[in-house]
């Protein structure tokens, strides 16, 4: 079952994906990038940079919604992770069922605003997040387990 659904753009990476880990029980993270998919060099980085234990599975968009529909994400505690809201937001449109995304962290750049602790949103961003909710996904941001979470309308109404 997918146990967490987190948008981060440093996708695996130390202590705040070992909390959620440990927070979760999660025993598979199931990275969703097009562009990631397609370089094993990057995906046997990031295998590395995965604790023990963890299976690891890196899928384009389309391969994401394939993998639901035969029922591959029932079978562990799965960390579903985007490195982008575009990126979510595509793999969604294309058929991905989902109930709920923690935003966990989105870059910097122009335009980009901090709304929650170190997460920053942008216009397009912001726009794409709120189609999802009116599909009927909850989004919510938050950096680690003992920080505390904030709603997308809370985090828009900062831009």
Known sequence: MIALTRVDFRLIHGQVITRWLKQCDINEIVTVDTALSKDTF????????????????????????????KGELEKNRVLLLFKSVKELSETVNKGLALKEVQI????GGPGRKAVNNAITLDRTDADLLLELEKQGIAIYFQTTPDYPSETLKNAVAKL
């Open 104 to 107: 966990g962290g989105l870059g």
């Open 42 to 69: 990057m995906q046997d980085v990031f295998k590395m940079a995965a604790p023990k234990g963890v299976r690891i599975r890196v899928l384009s968009s389309d391969q994401a919604v394939e993998v639901q529909q």
